[in-house]
C-alpha cells in the first residue's frame, strides 16, 4: 500500500483551508507563549534594569547610580567576593567530583552505582539548611573541631566567614559537576586511551593529556551552573552572617530601603551580567574545538581492574568524599531529633517534640509548598512541550527566539527576577483588593518561570526521540493536528515531560531567593521560607532542621515515584502495548 504524502493531499478540496488552520493554531500557540514570557519573564528583568539607570526622583536616564554603586567601598568588596567564593566553590567542587566521576567511570570495582547515587544527594536539600548543620558539625565550636581540639589541640577555620560560604556551596553544587563530567567520562572512546597507552602515556600523564581534555564539554557545563548557581545565591550567605556578598546587599537595599532604591536594581544589573557572561564563557571555552570520538564508550579497553591496595586507597579516597558531602543530611537529621545541641560533639538529648511543632503549627508551609511547586512543574512542562514542539517541528518565524528567551531564564537570578515583579507589579490593584505582586499565585509563576529552562530541556530532548514519521502517519488516516500531538506525541514523550515536571517540582520546592522577595504574610510562605525564618534564632533551629527533613523526603519521594512511573512505562509490556 503506497502511502499518502502532503504532496498528494494538496490536491484535495479543504487542504488549503486545513493548512492554514493548522498554521493559524501555531501561530496562535506561540503568541500566547511570548505574551507569557513577556509578561513574567522580559518585562521584569527590562524594569529592573531601566530602574538601574533612572534617577529616582525625575526618572530621566543617568549613570548617576552606577557611579554610587562603583565609589562604594561596601559595594566593590561585595562584588570581588561574590566573585571569590564563586571561582573558589568552582575550584573544590571539582575537587570533591573529579575523583567520584573517574574512579566510578574508568575502574570496576563493587558499589560504582550507588556511589553515583549519594553523590547526587547533596542537590536534593537547599544549600541554607545544610549551612546551619554544617557549622554544628564543622564550626569553631563544631563536632570535628571539638574533637580536634581534645585529641590533638588544633581548630581549623572551615566555617569562618567566606571560607563558610565556600565550603557549604561547594557541597552543595559539586553534583553538577558531577553528573556532567561522568557522562562525558563514559562516552569517550576508549580505544583513544588505549592510543595512547601505546604511545607511552599512563597514569595521571594519561588524564592530563588525553582523558580530561577529551571529557572537558561536560565538566565546563557543570562548573559553568556551579559558577551561576553560587554567584546568584542568597539564603546561604546570610544564614551564615555574611551580609558582604552581591545577592545578600540587593536584598538588603530593597528589603531596608524600598523598591525605589537604584542601587539595589544596579547590584541586580551586575548579577545578570555575571550569570550571562559565565554561561557565554562555558559556551567560547568549547567553540570551534573538536571533542568527538569514533565510538561513545567503546573501543578496546574495559575498566580497568584494581589490585588490592588500589582498592582500599580507592574506597578511603570515596568514603571521606561522601562523608563530607553527606554529613550536612547527618548534621540535620540529628538536629531536628536534638534537645541541645552546642558546645558538644552531639546533641545532649533526643525529641520528637521539633516535628510535633511543625506538623501542628507549620502544616500551612507543606500545602503551600506542595501547591507552589507542583503548578511551577505543570508552567515548566506544558511551556516546555509546547516550546519543543513549535521550534522542531513548525516552520513559526521566531520560534529560536521563544527558545532563546526561555532559557535566558537561567541567567536570571531569583532575587532579580522577585525585584522585577515588586517594581513592575506593585502598583496594580487586584479587582478583591491587594496589589498583584503580593498575589500568591506570582510566587508559583515566579518557580515555574526559573525552573523553565530545566524542564524545557528535558521536553526537548524527548521530543528528538519521537520520528516525525509517526505524526505522519497519524494525519494519513485522518486525524488532525490537535489530536495528533494529544495522542500520539505527548503520550511517547512521557518519559521527558515527567523528568521536566520532577525537576522543576523538586528545584521549586527548595527555591528561596524569588520567594523572600515576594512573601508577603506567612499564610502564604512556602516549606523554604519557612525553614529560613526558623533558623534565624537559635530556638528555632531545631523545628527548622525538621522542616529540612521534611524537604528532603518531599522531594526524594517525588523522584523515587516518578523512577517508578518510568521504569513501569519503559518495561516490555507496557511498551508493546504503546506499539
Not at 486545513?18 to 498554521?23: K, P
Not at 524569588?514 to 537559635?538: E, H, I, K, N, R
Amino acid at each position: 500500500m503506497s502511502s499518502i504524502t502532503k504532496t498528494d493531499l494538496a490536491d484535495r478540496p479543504g487542504f488549503a483551508t486545513w493548512l492554514g488552520g493548522v498554521a493559524f493554531g501555531q501561530y496562535a500557540a506561540a503568541g500566547l507563549i511570548a505574551l507569557f514570557l513577556l509578561a513574567f519573564l522580559v518585562v521584569p528583568v527590562l524594569t529592573v534594569i531601566m530602574a538601574a539607570f533612572q534617577d529616582k526622583h525625575s526618572g530621566a536616564f543617568t549613570l548617576i547610580n552606577v557611579y554610587d554603586f562603583l565609589r562604594n567601598e561596601l559595594f566593590l568588596r561585595s562584588f570581588w567576593n561574590s566573585l571569590y567564593v564563586s571561582l573558589m566553590s568552582v575550584l573544590w567542587a571539582t575537587v570533591l567530583a573529579l575523583p567520584l566521576a573517574y574512579i566510578t567511570t574508568r575502574f570496576a570495582f563493587r558499589g560504582a552505582v550507588m556511589i553515583q547515587t549519594l553523590g547526587i544527594i547533596p542537590l536534593i536539600m537547599p544549600p541554607f539548611a545544610g549551612a546551619i548543620a554544617m557549622q554544628l558539625l564543622f564550626g569553631r565550636n563544631g563536632t570535628v573541631n571539638l574533637l580536634l581540639g581534645d585529641w590533638f589541640g588544633i581548630n581549623i577555620p572551615l566555617m569562618e566567614g567566606l571560607n563558610g560560604v565556600i565550603f557549604v556551596q561547594a557541597v552543595h553544587y559539586f553534583p553538577f559537576i558531577l553528573i556532567n563530567l561522568s557522562t562525558s567520562l563514559r562516552n569517550i572512546d576508549r580505544a583513544m586511551e588505549e592510543a595512547a597507552q601505546n604511545l607511552g602515556a599512563h597514569g595521571f600523564r594519561l588524564f592530563r593529556k588525553v582523558v580530561f581534555p577529551l571529557a572537558m564539554p561536560g565538566y565546563i557545563a557543570g562548573a559553568s551552573l556551579v559558577f551561576v548557581k553560587v554567584f546568584d545565591d542568597l539564603a546561604t550567605p546570610l544564614l551564615l552572617n555574611v551580609q558582604d556578598m552581591l545577592a545578600p546587599q540587593a536584598f538588603l537595599r530593597i528589603t531596608s530601603i524600598g523598591i525605589a532604591d537604584p542601587i539595589g536594581y544596579v547590584i541586580a544589573v551586575v548579577l545578570i551580567l555575571f550569570s550571562v557572561f559565565a554561561l557565554w564563557l562555558a559556551s567560547f571555552a568549547t567553540r570551534g574545538k573538536d571533542y568527538a570520538t569514533i565510538q561513545r564508550g567503546g573501543g578496546g579497553l574495559s575498566k580497568r581492574q584494581m589490585t588490592r591496595l588500589d582498592a582500599v586507597f580507592a574506597y578511603g579516597v570515596i568514603g571521606f568524599i561522601l562523608a563530607i558531602v553527606l554529613a550536612p543530611h547527618l548534621g540535620l537529621l540529628l538536629l531536628s531529633f536534638a534537645t541541645i545541641w552546642s558546645y558538644a560533639p552531639l546533641p545532649d538529648g533526643f525529641t520528637l517534640a521539633h516535628y510535633r511543632t511543625i506538623f501542628g503549627e507549620s502544616s500551612q508551609l507543606i500545602t503551600n509548598t506542595l501547591i507552589y511547586a507542583t503548578l511551577a512543574g505543570i508552567i515548566g512542562v506544558c511551556l516546555g512541550t509546547a516550546i519543543s514542539y513549535i521550534v522542531a517541528r513548525t516552520k513559526v518565524i521566531g520560534a529560536r527566539w521563544l527558545d532563546f528567551i526561555a532559557m535566558s531564564a537561567l541567567a536570571v537570578p531569583g532575587v532579580v527576577l522577585g525585584m522585577g515583579y515588586l517594581r513592575t507589579y506593585y502598583a496594580i490593584e487586584l479587582p478583591w483588593g491587594g496589589s498583584l505582586a503580593a498575589f500568591w499565585g506570582m510566587i508559583a509563576i515566579a518557580l515555574g518561570v526559573r525552573r523553565l529552562p530545566y524542564a524545557l530541556r528535558a521536553c526537548s530532548a524527548a521530543l528528538q526521540q519521537v520520528s516525525v514519521s509517526l505524526e505522519e502517519a497519524a494525519e494519513n488516516v485522518g486525524a488532525t493536528k490537535a489530536r495528533t500531538i494529544r495522542r500520539v506525541v505527548v503520550p511517547l514523550m512521557t518519559g521527558g515531560i515527567v523528568a521536566g515536571f520532577v525537576t522543576s517540582f523538586a528545584t521549586a520546592a527548595v527555591e528561596l531567593s524569588a520567594t523572600m522577595m515576594l512573601v508577603q504574610s506567612t499564610a502564604d510562605a512556602p516549606l523554604a521560607y519557612g525553614l529560613y525564618v526558623f533558623m534565624q534564632s537559635p530556638a528555632g533551629r531545631g523545628a527548622g532542621a525538621a522542616l529540612g527533613v521534611l524537604a528532603v523526603v518531599i522531594v526524594g519521594i517525588c523522584t523515587y515515584l516518578s523512577h517508578v512511573y518510568l521504569e513501569r512505562r519503559s518495561a516490555p509490556g507496557r511498551r508493546e502495548e504503546a506499539a
